[in-house]
């Protein structure tokens, strides 16, 4: 851990060197120090108003139990825990042949993801901290729970290991069962108490009631004691529940330690899974992460298109692979987009206000607006094709704009759908949303090319660290601030543009028309600035963070 | 066919070729050794136009890297040291990729005699992600020869390839030097360049240490014999220059 630390220490200082470097640790602290500021001082000042004070207790009593106690039935039902125990491929090489025992490497890992988990921890106990006094009993409690949550994945996953996995597999649909079981018993005795009393969408409500029933307040007991240990206001409240978590803790890492004695081979194994996966990850990009690996999805073909100075055969290989590798991002997009139409459906047609008929579609369109700017800000192309593109006797140009209208064509194919079905569920509103729906694929091309645009400036690669690597989180909220700020100003630019002609025409759809075609010219002006960046691209200089 | 002078590429501080100048004619095969961090690599990339050079003239058939590089890439076949393929292309996708990219009308018959030549005509529809690493760099190898360059560049070809695999790619470098292409190999395996190559450039910490043809390369040095093998050769050469950095690039 200490050449680890050391190494850290060094690139960031080497990174100092460079303007860029400076620049990015100052955003870094700068960054830091207004999020855990503005915590903190939003906790000061709510706490300065005794209704402000009570809402959030009420808050944290209601809702942190539950989200334990929902936690907890996810890494018994679902995790498979592995990744509590996962060694990089150089630990694994140097470290698993090493005279160590595997009691020392394990107590490496928690102590590794330890210094996460006190990051988390300082974050929460900035909020949640009454006085300034309380930050540290605050910050211990939250880290001791996090370490439960995680010493309770790692159990379980050597559980998993020791077990037969039949015998696994039954033990937890055993535990899956009386879950069940006492989830509807909770509701029997909810329904029993308020006696078919129609709650309609008063959640609060129905979820008060819920909370009274018998088993409900049983399954929550424990959680709302590590609530109570929250909310001490002094050390000597605190303290009790402090050294209970403890306890419990200490109990789940002689348990951990004891199974873990077994499953070496498994950690290893899964290790060497997850740093292929990983290196995929890296050099292809999350998109990778939806790629299918048989040879049957080659039936699925996309004619060749013309040559088009260049631009038809790099068109055709990125929609070829959109095309082949998305299904299960199609799949996976268009049942959120189903699930948030029908809900927003739902809410229309039980309000039955008009405010909430012209809200709901305006709702699916924001779902939409949502949808593309998570997809198009995270999935980069991949690196390693960037060096083979560049060998092509074709214009940088052509090769940037083949590469940046194949997947957000597809995307937007996507979306129209879905604003087709909004269409058939809101007929009324039928004009504003086909008036959305010409903004789809400009906004989509802006949003992907600015990605791209800055990818090419600074080539990262957005991969998963391991728990708590700080670093890399503050460097892809770098990044992400350095494209929000990008688009923010295209955006800004297209309503200054936009706007006079909607009030002065009085016409939202040449407005609409007007916002889309700055859009494209903003894609336009996108194109040489990507060709350029394109061009200066050298894959020797990619970053993994 | 290929024509490099006086390239240099420099990251920052970091030095990786200085001043390098040599040439490739046509019919002839250029052996590239050196020891790792050499500029072998750097070398071969820029000349693909995948880094640009910091300074230096690179030509391909004529046509300048830089200021033309649609037209010197139009008559280059470069195959990096591992195969860029895209996963969910199929191996005749990655032709007809080509083809179309190259302009090559009426590729289909050419393509199947590389697929036969390079056996795999049964991997045909098999997307690329299903390959072994063997069978991903003849696919490379067949795009390469697809839209008969007149000037090729292979780094580190044998990697992954079985025997049979490694004796085609060496009879079809020969066939193509023959037919007047510029063939360039990097490689660490001397015995490959020995049998392959008929000139020799040795690199080392960037710079050039000889190029010229081998047998040349023995008369150069005064200490081995005149059966001396090429790794006599290549030590003799860069064991010399361990510890020091040459300023002048060597002729």
Redesign the interface.
């Known amino acids: 851990m200490r050449l680890q630390w050391r190494g850290a220490v060094r690139q960031m200082c080497q990174s100092l060197t460079t303007i860029r470097g400076i620049f990015f640790l100052v955003f870094i602290l700068v960054m830091m120090v207004y999020g855990l500021g503005s915590l903190y001082f939003a906790s000061r000042i709510t706490a300065q108003s005794p209704q402000f004070t009570g809402a959030i207790a009420k808050l944290q009593d209601d809702f942190i139990p539950l989200g334990l106690l929902g936690t907890l039935i996810y890494i018994i039902l679902f995790s498979t825990g592995e990744s509590t125990v996962y060694f990089t491929p150089s630990e694994a090489a140097f470290l698993f042949p090493a005279p160590i025992t595997r009691k020392q490497l394990l107590s490496y890992i928690l102590a590794k993801s330890l210094g996460g988990m006190a990051g988390v921890a300082l974050f929460f106990s900035l909020y949640l901290s009454p006085s300034i006094s309380m930050v540290i009993p605050r910050w211990l409690g939250i880290v001791l729970i996090l370490t439960f949550l995680q010493l309770l994945t790692m159990t379980i996953s050597f559980l998993r290991h020791v077990l037969q996995e039949k015998m696994h597999l039954l033990i937890r649909r055993g535990c899956g069962a009386v879950i069940a079981v006492l989830l509807v018993l909770t509701f029997k005795q909810m329904g029993d108490a308020v006696q078919g009393a129609d709650f309609g969408l008063d959640f609060e409500a129905g979820f008060s009631a819920w909370k009274s029933s018998a088993t409900a307040r049983w399954l929550l007991f424990p959680f709302a004691l590590i609530v109570k240990g929250l909310q001490a206001t002094d050390w000597a409240t605190f303290l009790p529940y402090g050294a209970v978590l403890l306890l419990v803790d200490g109990v789940l890492l002689q348990l951990a330690y004891r199974l873990d004695a077994l499953s070496l081979e498994a950690a290893l194994g899964y290790s060497e899974k997850r740093a292929l996966r990983l290196k995929r990850l890296q050099s ?1 990009g999350i998109w ?1 992460a939806f ?5 049957a ?2 039936q699925r073909h996309v004619p ?1 298109l013309p ?1 088009w100075n ?1 631009i ?2 790099i068109l ?2 990125r929609t ?2 959109t095309f ?2 998305s299904p299960k991002l199609i799949w996976v997009t268009t049942t959120a987009l189903a699930i948030a139409g029908g809900l927003v459906y739902l809410v229309a047609h039980l309000k039955e206000q008009s405010t909430a008929t012209i809200g709901a579609p305006i709702a699916g369109l924001c779902v939409l607006g949502y949808m593309s700017f998570l997809i198009c800000l995270t999935l980069q192309n991949d690196i ?2 960037v ?2 593109l ?6 940088s140009t052509s090769i940037v704009i083949g590469d940046l209208v194949g997947f957000p064509i597809l995307l937007s194919l996507v979306q129209m759908l879905f604003i087709v079905g909004l269409v058939v569920f809101f007929p009324t509103t039928a004009g504003w949303l086909l008036m959305g729906a010409l903004l789809v694929l400009p906004i989509n091309l802006v949003l992907f090319g600015v990605d791209k645009l800055v990818f090419y400036i600074y080539p990262t690669r957005m991969a998963k660290g391991a728990p708590g690597d700080f670093q890399n989180a503050g460097k892809q909220m770098i990044f992400m601030a350095f494209k929000m700020l990008i688009l923010g100003a295209a955006a800004l630019l297209t309503l200054v543009a936009s706007l006079p002609v909607a009030f002065l025409l009085q016409s939202p759809l040449l407005a609409v028309i007007c916002a889309g075609t700055v859009l494209l010219i903003q894609v336009g002006l996108l194109v040489p600035l990507l060709a350029d960046a394109f ?2 691209f ?4 990619v970053v993994v963070s | 066919m290929i024509q490099v002078q006086n390239y240099e590429k420099s ?1 920052r501080d970091t030095v990786a070729v200085r001043g390098i100048s040599f040439e490739v004619a046509a019919g002839s095969v250029l052996g590239v050794v050196g020891p790792n961090g050499a500029g072998k690599t750097t070398t071969m ?1 820029a000349l ?5 050079p910091t300074k230096g003239r690179l030509t391909i058939a004529g046509h300048d890297i830089v200021a033309d ?6 008559q ?1 076949a ?1 195959i ?1 040291d ?1 195969p ?1 393929l ?5 191996v005749w ?1 990655h032709l ?2 080509t083809a ?4 090559v009308d009426n590729f289909s018959q050419a393509a199947n005699e590389l697929l036969e030549k390079f056996e795999l005509t049964d991997k045909r ?3 690329a ?2 390959l072994s690493r063997g069978m991903r760099q003849k696919v490379a190898i067949c795009c390469g020869y697809l839209h008969q360059p007149k000037a090729i560049i292979f780094d580190e070809p044998l990697t992954g390839l079985d025997p049979r695999g490694i004796r085609t790619l060496k009879a079809s470098i020969r066939e193509r030097a023959a037919a007047g292409a510029a063939v360039m190999v990097s490689s660490h395996l001397l015995d490959l360049i020995g049998d392959l190559c008929s000139h020799l450039l040795i690199l080392h910490r960037g710079a050039s240490l000889f190029q010229g043809p081998i047998a040349e390369a023995k008369s150069r040095l005064e200490s081995v014999s005149e059966d001396a093998s090429l790794e006599e050769i290549f030590f003799q050469f860069t064991e010399t220059n361990k510890h020091e950095t040459p300023r002048q690039p060597a002729q």
């Open positions: 292809k990778s790629s299918p690996n048989t040879s999805i080659a060749q040559f260049g038809g055969p055709w290989q070829t692979t082949r590798s390693e094709h060096g083979f560049k060998s092509l006797p074709i214009s061009e200066r050298e894959p020797r200089l | 990251y990339r693909a136009g995948i880094i640009p590089p649609i037209a010197a890439k139009n280059l470069f990096p591992e860029q895209f996963d969910v292309l199929t996708e007809e990729f179309s990219v190259y302009r529809n098999t997307i992600q299903e």
